[in-house]
Structure formats: structure tokens, C-alpha cells
């Protein structure tokens, strides 16, 4: 996928000079870190997408919050740039869980109070209570830390160099994120794939009137599915935190637009297609931002999207999903 961005951004002759070269490798270790954050945060649309077949807007303010909470757990476990190294680990890791709680907890009530008792209702209405939860919880950020963008301590030194790879240098903020990342992902595929819950979770996805007919709960295994993608969001948003040393309100609009047409891309309801998505977008805006400039980059986002959705309705790993009874 990444051969058919270079041509529109990058010059044949630009990629015979090594010069060259290493600037396409630094755009995309850029992207491959950006878009490390948008897959876990496109996995929460495409699960809640795959197993009830609604757009869930407000997950983008979910991910908000919870870089909102992990800044503000920062001063409580007295995280500073001068903390050392064992305490900066130990205390991250336990934002990461208390972060990912929180955001689970929420994105499990929103379901709770928003979503379940609209369950037989025209799919309008639910779409329509998720934009409304996504205004609400963008004027709490408001009320939390006001309308401006607020600099956030840089904890682990985002853009220290690290280390080189052929001359791509690789600083601690592309580390983290990726780092982070992938382990969590590893786990969300091993535990949908081999878990009990997770294949309940495949089945309602499929079925949900034949999921209970087989004795699976629907309700409780669609509660889990918001429980783990918002789990997802929160530590998404402590890496976004850490990466971007900023946070504010709005950032959860811009997310959740870019991870929605990341699981988009990839397939809604395939967790593969949202990581591949996320991945791809961050690469493509990388190149964007470098070559032709950020102000251009949410076109050509969306001109590759109208571009896959054109030749591949379904999404790059899209699969057949049930219709609507």
C-alpha cells in the first residue's frame, strides 16, 4: 500500500538519491508512530461497528478524556521530567491501567445509558444520542482544562534522539508508541480469536439472535466490546499525551474522525483492516505533511479513501456483514 502513495507525493527521480531515500523512511517511521495511535483508537469504531452495526462518535472523546485523565494522574503519582527512570516506567504503567479503567468505565456507561435501551429503535436515533455524547463530553473537556491547546509536560523526552536505522533517526516518542502499541494489539487479536468472550463477541457480531438462542448473553458480551475499546482509547490517550506533549479538548474530534476512516479503509468490523488502516493513514500524512504541506494533508487522506471505497467498497480486508433485519 505504501507503492501506491509514493508516486502521487514523491518524484521517480527524488527515490534514486539516498538523500531521498532517507527522507521517505523518516516520513514513514513518522507515520508508522502516528499510526500506531490511530489503530487503537479505530479498533474501538470497528468493534462496536462489527457487533451492533453503529458508529459510535463519541468514541474520539472517549480517547480525549482519557488523555485528560492520564496528565492529570501525572502530578498525583508526582511524574516529572526529572523522575528517574524506574519510577517514570512504574508510574506510566500505572496512569496506563488507572487511564484505561476510567475510559472502559465510561465508554461502558455511555452503552449503558445511551445505546442499549435504543437497541430496537430506528438506527438513526442511536447515531444521533452518539453525537450528542460526543458534544457532552467535549464541553466536560472544556470544563476540565479550557478551550486552548495546554502543553503537557514532556516526560520521556518525545524527540530526543534514540538511535539510528540507516540514517532515519529514531527518537523516544516513535519508541513508545509503537512499543506501547503493539503489544496491546497482539493481546486484543489473541483474546477476540481465542477467548471465550472473544468468540461470543464473534458470534454475536455474526448472529446475535442465533448468538442467544445459543445461550450467549448479547448484552453482556456487547457491554464487554465497550469496555474494551474504550480500555483502548484510554491508553491511547496517555501515548498521544506522551507523543504530542499537548492535549486539548478538541483533539478527540480529530482523532476519532481520523480512526474512523481508518477502520473505514481497512473494513469496518475487521480488527486486521483497522490496524492496516490506521497504519497506512499515519504514513500518509507524514509523506503529506513533508512534501506538500499539512494544510493539504486531510484531502489527500481522503482522496486515497474515495479512492479504496471506489475499487473496494467493503475496505482493504473488508468482509461481508450480515443485513439488517
Known amino acids: ?21 532517507t527522507r521517505l523512511f523518516t516520513d514513514i517511521k513518522n507515520g508508522l508512530s502516528n499510526g500506531s495511535i490511530w489503530a487503537l483508537v479505530a479498533l474501538g469504531y470497528t468493534m462496536v461497528y462489527g457487533i451492533i452495526e453503529l458508529i459510535n462518535f463519541a468514541h474520539g472523546d472517549v480517547f480525549m478524556i482519557g488523555s485528560f485523565a492520564a496528565v492529570g494522574l501525572w502530578s498525583t503519582f508526582g511524574l516529572t521530567t526529572s523522575t528517574g527512570v524506574a519510577g517514570l516506567a512504574a508510574g506510566l504503567l500505572a496512569v496506563l491501567v488507572i487511564s484505561a479503567f476510567a475510559c ?14 435504543l437497541r430496537g429503535a430506528p438506527k438513526l436515533a442511536p447515531l444521533i444520542t452518539a453525537v450528542g455524547f460526543s458534544f457532552i463530553l467535549e464541553n466536560v473537556g472544556v470544563l476540565w482544562n ?17 538511535f539510528s536505522i540507516g540514517g532515519v533517526d529514531v527518537q523516544n516518542g516513535d519508541v513508545l508508541a509503537i512499543a506501547a502499541a503493539i503489544p496491546l494489539l497482539i493481546l486484543l487479536a489473541g483474546f477476540v480469536a481465542n477467548s471465550r468472550l472473544g468468540k461470543a463477541m464473534r458470534a454475536t457480531a455474526q448472529d446475535p439472535e442465533a448468538a442467544r438462542l445459543m445461550g450467549i448473553n448479547v448484552d453482556t458480551t456487547i457491554s464487554a466490546t465497550f469496555v474494551i475499546g474504550g480500555a483502548l482509547a484510554g491508553a491511547a490517550g496517555l501515548i498521544y499525551a506522551l507523543y504530542q506533549t499537548q492535549i486539548w479538548y ?42 506538500i504541506g499539512s494544510a493539504w494533508t486531510p484531502a489527500v487522506v481522503f482522496a486515497y479513501l474515495v479512492l479504496i471505497m471506489v475499487f473496494r467498497p467493503q475496505g482493504l480486508l473488508g468482509e461481508e456483514t450480515r443485513e439488517a433485519g
Do not use: C, W
Not at 468505565?105 to 455511555?110: Q, T
Open 250 to 291: 478538541f483533539q478527540g474530534f480529530t482523532a476519532g474522525l481520523i480512526a474512523f476512516t481508518a477502520a473505514v479503509m481497512g473494513g469496518i468490523g475487521n480488527l486486521r483492516g483497522a490496524v492496516l488502516g490506521g497504519i497506512i493513514i499515519g504514513i500518509i500524512q507524514s509523506i503529506s505533511d513533508d512534501r
Open 146 to 162: 479550557g478551550g486552548a491547546q495546554q502543553p503537557v509536560p514532556d516526560l520521556i523526552n518525545s524527540q530526543q534522539h534514540l
Open 1 to 21: 500500500m505504501v507503492l501506491l502513495i509514493l508516486p502521487v507525493v514523491y518524484g521517480i527521480h527524488d527515490i534514486r538519491h539516498y538523500h531521498s531515500l
Open 104 to 117: 472502559a468505565f465510561l465508554n461502558s456507561l455511555i452503552e449503558r445509558v445511551a445505546y442499549r435501551p
